[in-house]
């Protein structure tokens, strides 16, 4: 079967606060990022990304800052619901040689308490 | 509006028994990737054609392969699974590699008896 997989950092908030999950990424040269949420059993789905030339982006109740200088990310949610719950994951576009691909963060395991 | 689709969504084969599993698409996207998702760890990429090029990561087991027989679809095919070969493995496109969003279908979740 599987092999047992790494334990997920966790995110408990209580339903109606705000979430900031955060993620470090490796590469200084990376210069596009996207942060993807996965419910159980799903594949990710896009929520927001966010080019180098911005600091901040905002969407619908989520919003991305992005702080070069110490390659961090993070992802902030407004007025978290149950419906938020599921893991998190950064992804930046990294070059790969002659093509470029998507490298993944570990993920957050964000769980909203009603 | 299903824009990428995978079949079957859960797949039971027995080890050494070779599976294929598909991905279609609907977005006309260049790009198809296929990843490798086992629990509580982020997707790995396994390889992803532009066009008709194949594009291989260096630490994709040779009993993996793929085919793109035309734009809207792919296959991954697993020669002899093993039993760490269960795992979700994804499907994504996208409409180039650089600075593009990748777009993921629903997975499907392989059982190696």
């Known amino acids: 079967g599987e092999s047992v997989g790494l334990h997920l950092p966790t995110l408990s908030v209580q339903e109606g606060d705000n979430s900031i999950i955060n993620c470090a ?3 200084s040269a990376s210069d596009y990022f996207i942060w993807y949420k996965q419910e159980s059993g799903k594949g990710p789905q896009f929520i927001i990304d966010i080019r180098s030339n911005m600091d901040k982006r905002q969407g619908q109740r989520v919003t991305v800052l992005l702080n070069k200088t110490v390659k961090h990310l993070s992802l902030q949610i407004a007025a978290t619901q149950p419906g938020d719950s599921a893991v998190y994951f950064c992804a ?3 070059s790969g040689g002659s093509n470029y ?3 993944f963060g570990k993920g957050t395991l964000l769980t909203v308490n009603p | 509006d299903a824009m990428v689709i995978q079949n079957p969504r859960y797949q ?3 080890f050494g028994k070779p599976v294929t599993l598909s991905c279609s698409q609907t977005l006309n996207h260049n790009v198809m990737y296929w990843y490798q998702q086992k629990s509580s760890q982020a997707p790995k990429l396994l390889f992803h054609y532009y066009d008709k090029d194949f594009n291989n990561e260096a630490d994709t087991p040779d009993n993996f392969q793929s085919r793109r027989p035309n734009t809207s679809f792919c296959f991954l095919d697993i020669r002899s699974p093993g039993l760490g070969d269960a795992a979700m493995y994804l499907c994504a496109t996208s409409r180039d590699w650089y600075q593009e969003t990748q777009y993921f279908g629903p997975g499907t979740r392989l059982l190696v008896l």
């Open chain 2, 12 to 14: 039971v084969t027995q």
């Open chain 1, 101 to 103: 691909k998507l490298t």
């Open chain 1, 92 to 94: 930046e576009n990294t």
């Open chain 1, 25 to 27: 990424y490796s590469n």
